[in-house]
């Protein structure tokens, strides 16, 4: 069930010392937590019934977030009690027993750490693992590209594409847009056509949506496969960095 509002606001301040919303680290988690709207979003905390308590601290959560990647699989987010001893391993399946029904289909995204406990409660049915690279500010540099055309994605988000007209109709083919967008942070997604590769399209408006991520204050994050390689070159090209951290992304239904 859907908390109320006032829950949702409660349980929002119970976890907010377990993420780093400065952190690239915690950024995902930290927008999904806090930032995701009210209706699309479901906290659950660990211990159970904490945030009852307006100076309550949880243990641990875990969020469930309805999304545009896939409407009937929702995207979990987590950060669970450390697992250093049985009792709080205990306490982690415990928390996500609680969360997520047997047999329910949910995409998870986590640290690397948490993946001996998930395979351990799940079926993993796929699997993908994710880079994250990040853009300093003060290491951007402007490019110029007079094709390049901003308008708006789903939600109101900005979305910066260069069109073609390939058969003879113009069609966009390649556009950068935000996956996500926080008041710190904004995630950059990237497709380019097969054949507009290597023409520097898609590095044109990567760079675009990173400026105007950093005119507006936020910092650019950049979430890749640790196997595309081409991908990784492209944010790289533009000023990213690789943060050093690493999270699974996976199709999986609880045992």
Do not use: C
């Amino acid at each position: 069930m859907q908390p109320r509002s006032t829950d949702l606001k409660a349980q929002r301040r119970a976890v907010r010392r377990l993420l780093k919303e400065n952190d690239p680290t915690d950024a995902m988690a930290a927008y999904y937590a806090f930032h995701h709207p009210d209706d699309k979003t479901t906290l659950v905390l660990t211990p159970e019934g904490m945030e009852s308590d307006d100076n309550a601290q949880a243990d641990g959560y875990v969020a469930l977030s309805r999304t545009g990647m896939d409407l009937f699989r929702p995207l979990v987010t987590m950060r669970l009690p450390t697992d250093r001893n049985p009792a709080e391993v205990e306490a982690a399946a415990d928390l996500i027993g609680r969360a997520i029904a047997p047999g329910q289909p949910v995409i998870l995204s986590i640290p690397v750490r948490y993946r001996p406990l998930i395979d351990a409660l799940f079926h993993v049915q796929s699997e993908e693992r994710l880079r994250l690279l990040a853009l300093d500010p003060s290491h951007y540099e402007p490019i110029i590209n007079v094709l390049v055309r901003r308008s708006e994605g789903p939600g109101g988000l900005p979305r910066f594409s260069i069109s073609a007209s390939p058969g003879g109709q113009e069609e966009v083919v390649a556009a950068a847009s935000l996956n996500w967008q926080s008041p710190r942070f904004g995630e950059i997604a990237v497709n380019t056509r097969p054949q507009f590769r290597r023409q520097g399209w898609g590095r044109s408006v990567v760079a675009a949506l990173s400026g105007h991520l950093i005119d507006s204050g936020r910092r650019p994050l950049y979430v890749v496969s640790v196997e595309n390689d081409a991908s990784a070159g492209l944010a790289e090209s533009v000023g990213f960095t690789d943060t050093g951290a690493q999270e699974f992304l996976l199709q999986a239904v609880l045992k």
